[in-house]
C-alpha cells in the first residue's frame, strides 16, 4: 500500500486534461439521457453479461439446441424487449406510453434462460461498473429501468476516473482526445456496453507503460502491477488487444528486473486459459461458420496464402472501406443511424488537422524502442480484428471478411496516437500544443452538436402524427340490471397472453357515489372463471381501479351487475380503418411489467 500511495502522490493531471474529461462527462451524460435503453449494438447481451456477474456467473451455458447465457431476471428481459422492436427499426419511435409501461417493470425475482452468446468471449470483471449497477438497483427495490441507468452511470464514471488516472500518468498528445471525442466514442461511452470501459483501460496501460520509459533502470513496481492488471482484463476481453501483452514484456527493456517477464508470461497464461475456456463452452447458433472456431484457427495458421487472400480481398473492397472511414467516426445505434455525408468529411478533417500538431519528432528520436513497441502493437491489433472475425463470424471458406466495425480500430488508432507523440506531453508547449487544443475543441463541439441532432431525429421525430395520437377516449354504457359490460383486452394479451398478477380498469363514475356492487370476471383460454366482487360507493371518477389477481394468463372480462350500477368504463375510439376499439385497461404481468392499453392515460 505504501508503493502505490508514495505513486498515486506522483500524478500530475494538467488543467487542459481535467477541463476535457469534465466535459467529456458532461456531454456522455446528456447523450445517455436521451439515447433510448439498449440502442447500442449488442447492449443486451453486454447487460445480460453484466447481470450474471452480479449473480456469480463467469462462464456462460447453454441449453441443448441454444446460444449460451443464463438465468436472468424476467423483469430485466422484459424491459429489454420493451425497447427491442426499435433497434435496427429506423421507422420506430420512442412514444409516451412505452416509456410510461417500461418505466413501471420491477424485478420480478423470477429467473429464465436468456442468450447472450456475443459475450461469451469475454471474461465478465470488466462489466463491474455495470454489475453493480443492477446489483444495486434490484437490492433497493428499484425499478428495472432506474437500475439500468445507474448502470450506465457507473460504466461512464469507471471510464472517466481512468483516463483522468491515465493522463495524470502521461498528459495525452492532443490526437488522443480527439479520438475520444468522436461521435461513435462518446455514443459508446454514454451505453452500458464495455466499449468506454476497455477503451479506457488501454489508454491507462499504454500511459503506464510510456511511463515505465521514463525511468529506465528502476523497477517502479505499482506501475507494473497496474500495466499487468490492464493489460490482463483488456486482453481477455477484448480478442483483439491481445498484442497489448506484449508491452508487459517490453517493459523488461527499461526496467531491467525478471518480473516483468514473469509477469507477462503469468498475463498470457491466464488469457490463454479463459480463451481455451470461452471456446470451448461458448455456444452461438446465430453464425455457422461451418467448422469449430479451433479448427478455423488451425486451418489459417496452416494456410498462410489463403489467410492473405482473404484479407487482400477485404481491404480491396471499396464498399468496405467506406463503411470502415464512416463507422470509425460514428453510425450510431445498431448501425442504423448514419450521419450525413458531410459530418463524416469533417470530422475527418479536423482529426488530419489535429495530427500535425501531436506528432513529437524528437520524443520519437529519444524513445524509438517505446514508439516502435506501440506501433507494432497497434498493427498486431489491427490484424487481429479482421482474423478474430473472420474466424468466429463467417462461413468458411470466406472470400471477404464480414462483421467487422469501424469502431474495432478505435484502441490501435489510440496506441498510435500515443506512438507518434510519445513524451509526457510536455515537449508540446505554447502555440503547437495551443492550436491543437483549439482544434481538439472545435471537433468535440461539432460531434456533440451533430450527434445531438441525429439522436432527437432517430428516435423521437416522426414523419407525421400518429393514429394512436389520434384516438379518442368513450365511456361505455352504464351498469345497469341486466346489462353486462365487456372488457376488450388489447390483442398482445388475447393472442400472447400473459400471466397476470393485476389488472386496472379505467372507470368513470360520472362525478357521483354510485351505491351497489358489481363482479369482474375473467377467463383464461382453458375456460378457468375467476369472479371477484367489489363495492361501487368507493370508486373514483375517471381512475384506475386496480384488482389483484391469481397469476393466470386471462384473455377476456366482464363487469358484472349484481345490486345498483351508474358506472362505465373508458375505452378507445380509434379513427376509422385503424382498429378496433379497447377498454382501457392496466395489465400487471408476473415478470414485473405494467403496461396500459394504448391510447389510454397512465396511472
Known amino acids: 500500500m505504501q508503493v502505490f500511495s508514495a505513486w498515486l502522490k506522483q500524478l500530475k493531471t494538467d488543467s487542459s486534461s481535467q477541463l476535457f474529461l469534465i466535459c467529456l ?10 439515447i433510448p435503453p439498449f440502442q447500442s449494438p449488442d447492449e443486451p447481451d453486454h447487460v445480460k453479461r453484466a447481470y450474471l456477474l452480479s449473480q456469480g456467473q463467469i462462464i456462460l451455458k447453454s441449453l441443448a439446441g441454444q446460444s449460451s447465457g443464463g438465468m436472468v431476471d ?19 419511435k420512442i412514444v409516451s406510453n412505452l416509456v410510461d409501461d417500461s418505466e413501471q417493470i420491477t424485478w420480478s425475482g423470477f ?44 460504466a461512464l464514471l469507471a471510464s472517466c476516473l481512468l483516463l483522468l488516472l491515465a493522463f495524470g500518468l502521461h498528459r495525452p498528445p492532443p490526437l488522443t482526445l480527439a479520438l475520444l471525442t468522436l461521435p461513435m466514442s462518446m455514443f459508446q461511452m454514454s451505453a452500458a456496453s464495455l466499449d468506454g470501459i476497455s477503451n479506457a483501460l488501454a489508454v491507462l496501460a499504454v500511459s503506464l507503460f510510456l511511463r515505465m520509459t521514463r525511468s529506465p533502470g528502476t523497477l ?42 514473469y509477469a507477462g508470461g ?32 488451425t486451418y489459417y495458421l496452416g494456410h498462410p496464402m489463403a489467410l492473405g487472400s482473404v484479407l487482400a480481398a477485404t481491404l480491396s473492397n471499396t464498399e468496405l472501406q467506406q463503411f470502415y472511414q464512416q463507422s470509425f467516426v460514428g453510425i450510431l445505434g445498431w448501425l442504423d443511424a448514419p450521419f450525413a455525408a458531410s459530418t463524416y468529411t469533417t470530422c475527418w478533417l479536423l482529426l488530419l488537422l489535429v495530427l500535425p500538431f501531436s506528432v513529437t519528432p524528437g520524443a520519437i528520436r529519444q524513445q524509438p524502442m517505446a514508439s516502435g513497441f506501440l506501433l507494432l502493437v497497434a498493427l498486431g491489433a489491427v490484424f487481429l480484428v479482421f482474423f ?71 428516435y423521437y421525430i416522426v414523419d407525421e402524427i400518429p393514429a394512436i395520437s389520434k384516438m379518442a377516449l368513450t365511456p361505455s354504457p352504464q351498469l345497469t340490471k341486466g346489462l353486462a359490460l365487456p372488457l376488450a383486452m388489447d390483442e398482445s394479451q388475447t393472442k400472447a397472453p400473459q400471466a397476470l398478477t393485476g389488472l386496472g380498469v379505467f372507470l368513470g363514475t360520472y362525478a357521483r357515489a354510485n351505491p351497489g356492487i358489481a363482479v369482474l370476471q375473467l377467463r383464461t383460454k382453458d375456460g378457468l372463471t375467476l369472479q371477484i366482487p367489489f363495492e361501487l360507493a368507493g370508486l373514483e371518477d375517471n381512475q384506475y381501479r386496480f384488482f389483484k ?38 395489465y400487471a404481468a408476473t415478470n414485473g411489467t405494467r403496461r396500459t392499453t394504448r391510447g389510454c392515460p397512465s396511472p
Not at 25 to 34: D, K, P, R, T, V
Not at 284 to 293: M, N, Q, S
Not at 436 to 444: C, H, I, K, P, Q
Open 25 to 34: 462527462f458532461l456531454a456522455c451524460f446528456m447523450h445517455s439521457s436521451s
Open 549 to 586: 389477481l391469481d397469476g393466470q394468463p386471462y384473455v377476456s372480462a366482464d363487469l358484472l351487475y349484481q345490486t345498483g350500477g351508474g358506472i362505465s368504463v373508458w375505452q378507445t375510439q380509434p379513427p376509422p380503418g385503424v382498429g378496433a376499439s379497447a377498454s382501457c385497461l392496466m
Open 220 to 261: 517502479n513496481r505499482a506501475s507494473l502491477w497496474g500495466l499487468t492488471l490492464c493489460v490482463l482484463i483488456v486482453t481477455s476481453s477484448r480478442v483483439h488487444l491481445l498484442p497489448l501483452i506484449a508491452l508487459v514484456f517490453a517493459s523488461y527493456a527499461y526496467t531491467k528486473h525478471k518480473s516483468s517477464l
Open 74 to 92: 424476467s423483469g430485466l428481459i422484459a424491459y429489454m424487449a420493451a425497447y427491442g422492436h426499435i433497434s435496427t427499426h429506423p421507422d420506430q
Open 388 to 458: 478474430a472475425l473472420l474466424i468466429t463470424w463467417n462461413v468458411h471458406p470466406a472470400q471477404v471478411i464480414q462483421g467487422v466495425q469501424g469502431r474495432y480500430f478505435f484502441v490501435p488508432a489510440l496506441i498510435l496516437a500515443y506512438a507518434l507523440g510519445s513524451n509526457d506531453g510536455h515537449g508540446q508547449k505554447g502555440l503547437m500544443r495551443g492550436v491543437g487544443l483549439v482544434l481538439v475543441a472545435t471537433l468535440f463541439l461539432y460531434g456533440v452538436s451533430q450527434t445531438g441532432r441525429l439522436l432527437v431525429s432517430r
Open 266 to 297: 503469468l498475463v498470457t497464461l491466464i488469457v490463454l486459459a479463459w480463451l481455451a475456456v470461452a471456446i470451448k463452452t461458448t455456444v452461438d447458433t446465430r453464425v455457422i461458420t461451418g467448422l469449430p472456431t479451433a479448427s478455423l484457427v
Open 111 to 154: 429467473k429464465e434462460q436468456s442468450a447472450a452468446p456475443g459475450t461469451g468471449y469475454y471474461f465478465p470483471v470488466i462489466y463491474t461498473p455495470q454489475a453493480v449497477g443492477l446489483a444495486v438497483g434490484e437490492t433497493l427495490g428499484w425499478t428495472v429501468g432506474n437500475s439500468y441507468r445507474l448502470a450506465r452511470l457507473l
